[in-house]
């Protein structure tokens, strides 16, 4: 945990605090479920809250779910209630609970932060089985691809998971991850990655001492995708014949935070034919961050939160293969904990004057990155804005400068913050930052624009548009050494944070890329060979070579910076690379330099697959309709191409990201 920093953003709420009647007290006044229990398991169910408060709030509501003989688990994190006729209304809070059957407690904590005073209210919520006899039953959910199979409980030490095949010849079999028997209760899972439209046999595979048991089959049809989502059409360019079959799932995510899109994330084959999508609640832009192990996703999204001025980000959700939230945080309890733990750039923008004094930060909305941890918690980004003295960073207009800087926030498994890293504090110059080295390509962001997190502390008496300094985009936890690598695509960096496991300074251990840490041992000469602008930063095996998907922006840039128009094919391309590098003489050797045909000017991924093949997502390719298409490319293999977007991945199923 780093040391705090010089800010005003947190005396809002302190003052608030010290204003409020000592005898200030909250109640919670009612607990409502949209429909009376019992309800069988999978029944969508919509929990409103209704509080008071003496003093003037807001009120804050958390819910938290305890299932039968289990304390109470959180699910969504305080987030702001309005206020009407001197009531508090929590925004309402969506169940759909997978199993297992028996008597829940649903719980609400309502919650005045500027006082500190809290009340609890609780009602019990029974699910019933879907099984009632020794056959298993299958039936639908929201989602069209997507069902629910319960089958009868089984023995305690055994598992169970699912296997699901197409009711044609030749059809291969996909199954769920294993769950663990309890002998009690019945065994519930979401049966995912299905074409539209069509029928399966599915059946429980019980293992039990290394030997696994098949029960009885159902059958299930799929419904057709949803009139009301638009869905797009993909394309072979290079066929499947070449390619790694054992990831035959590409993920992608094509929804895009403050973009005007219209494309939900989907998943296809590899001919391009859809077999899983997700629509978000309020079919707001979400921004699709990394799968996970056994089924589900994290997410970001823009919905409400704290701050009435923005939805941009304000949500991290967790999401199940369904859709269904199953757990969420939000921009404004985050702003308090980090608060609470001394990180006063991290408190909230709408306590700060307006025009916000020189020194003056906050944390705007998360972006680009939220990755779960094998601790069981994940790492995720968020924007921080500054206000820096006139003339920073070259600015010419005189007034105090906005800078968009970054931290990287870590959860603990119970999405409580447990670690942050705050790059203003690390802008003191090398070996660190440098506050006063630009953005390399001089990017800026104004309110509301595309591609930046939102931008708050803009107005009158400062500079018309913010710096935006590091936009990072990715962090990769390196196990070997409990640290982190981060990547800024506007520095052209890779950074090593040390992370320590939760116990490191934040420091910045080394910086790869042009005018960093490392000499570039450049084997084939290249007239450029570093990467730029890159993005999803990772390490082959967990070990020292890098795995970066480089868009090339300042390398396709015009001169003097980079070889500009009159570039070579070759040079003007994405590149996917891989690069073998040492900390002792801190000199990094090419291992991969592909030209991947296309150029995409911003976002991407880059992934190994099981046969040795790197795969490659070049989601922002320019078309000659002046839109925009993405590719998902492994090489040497399958190419396809569908809609812009943001990241890739090539699974085994939706149950195992690679």
């Excluded at 407690?105 to 006082?115: E, Y």
């Excluded at 979400?286 to 704290?306: S, Y």
């Excluded at 601790?375 to 003295?389: K, M, N, P, T």
Aim: with cysteine.
């Amino acid at each position: 945990m780093n040391a705090p920093s010089r800010n005003w953003a947190g005396w809002g709420l302190l003052l608030a605090a010290l204003a409020s009647p000592a005898f200030a007290s909250v109640r919670v006044t009612a607990l409502k479920p949209s429909r009376q229990t019992p309800q069988p398991i999978g029944t969508p169910v919509t929990f409103t809250a209704t509080a008071t408060d003496s003093a003037s709030g807001p009120l804050t509501f958390q819910f938290n779910v305890a299932a039968p003989n289990h304390a109470p688990a959180l699910v969504r994190d305080f987030n702001a209630g309005t206020l009407s006729g001197g009531t508090w209304t929590s925004q309402p809070f969506v169940w759909v609970p997978s199993g297992p059957e028996g008597t829940y407690q649903i719980q609400v904590v309502a919650k005045d932060f500027s006082t500190g005073m809290t009340a609890t209210g609780t009602v019990q919520f029974t699910l019933t089985p879907l099984v009632t006899g020794s056959s298993p039953v299958v039936k639908a959910t929201a989602n069209a691809l997507v069902a629910l199979f319960s089958a009868p409980a089984c023995a305690v030490g055994s598992s169970m998971r699912v296997s699901f095949v197409q009711q044609k010849a030749n059809s291969t079999a996909t199954t769920t991850g294993w769950s663990a028997c309890n002998a009690a209760t019945t065994m519930t899972f979401e049966v995912a990655g299905m074409y539209p439209s069509t029928a399966y046999t599915m059946h429980a595979q019980t293992e039990t001492n290394g030997k696994a048991t098949n029960g009885p089959s159902v059958t299930f049809t799929t419904g057709p995708l949803p009139s009301s989502i638009p869905f797009p059409t993909f394309t072979v360019v290079a066929p499947p014949n070449q390619t790694d079959t054992a990831e035959p799932v590409i993920l992608w995510g094509l929804s895009q935070l403050g973009m005007q899109t219209k494309w939900r994330d989907v998943a296809t084959d590899l001919n391009g034919n859809i077999i899983w999508y997700y629509a978000t609640p309020t079919q707001n832009p979400d921004l699709l961050t990394r799968p996970l192990t056994g089924g589900g996703m994290l997410t970001i999204q823009d919905a409400a939160a704290w701050n009435p001025a923005t939805q941009d980000g304000q949500l991290l959700r967790q999401i199940d293969l369904a859709g269904n939230v199953t757990r969420e945080t939000n921009t404004g309890v985050i702003q308090q904990q980090l608060l609470a733990m001394g990180a006063l750039e991290g408190g909230p923008c709408n306590a700060i004057a307006s025009p916000a004094p020189v020194g003056a930060a906050c944390l705007g909305g998360f972006h680009h990155e939220a990755r779960a941890m094998s601790s069981g918690g994940v790492a995720l980004l968020a924007d921080i804005e500054r206000i820096f003295e006139p003339g920073t960073q070259g600015d010419t207009s005189g007034l105090p400068v906005d800078i968009v800087g970054d931290m990287i926030v870590v959860l603990n498994a119970d999405w409580q913050v447990a670690w942050y890293f705050d790059a203003f504090e690390h802008a003191g110059g090398a070996p660190q930052l440098d506050i006063t080295r630009p953005a390399v390509l001089g990017e800026t962001c104004g309110v509301a624009e595309p591609g930046c997190p939102p931008i708050l502390l803009l107005g009158p008496g400062i500079a018309p548009l913010a710096k935006d300094w590091l936009h990072a985009n990715s962090i990769y936890y390196w196990q070997q050494t409990g640290d982190l690598l981060w990547s800024s695509k506007d520095q052209d960096w890779v950074m090593k944070v040390a992370y320590g496991n939760g116990s490191g300074s934040g420091n910045i251990l080394w910086r790869m890329g042009n005018e960093g840490d490392f000499a570039f041992n450049n084997v084939p000469f290249d007239p450029w060979p570093w990467f730029s602008h890159q993005h999803d930063v990772s390490l082959i095996d967990n070990a020292g070579v890098v795995l970066v998907f480089d868009n090339g922006d300042t390398r396709v840039s015009a001169p003097p910076l980079g070889l500009g128009t009159g570039c070579q094919p070759n040079d003007c391309n994405s590149r996917g690379m891989a690069l073998a590098f040492s900390e002792t003489s801190m000199t990094v050797t090419p291992q991969l330099s592909a030209n991947l045909g296309v150029y995409s000017g911003s976002d991407g991924s880059a992934q190994t697959l099981s046969n040795g093949n790197y795969f490659f997502q070049a989601p922002l390719v320019l078309t000659l309709d002046n839109g925009a298409a993405g590719y998902a490319i492994e090489i040497n293999g399958s190419e396809v191409q569908g809609p812009e977007g943001y990241r890739g991945w090539r699974m085994p199923s939706l149950y195992s990201p690679n």
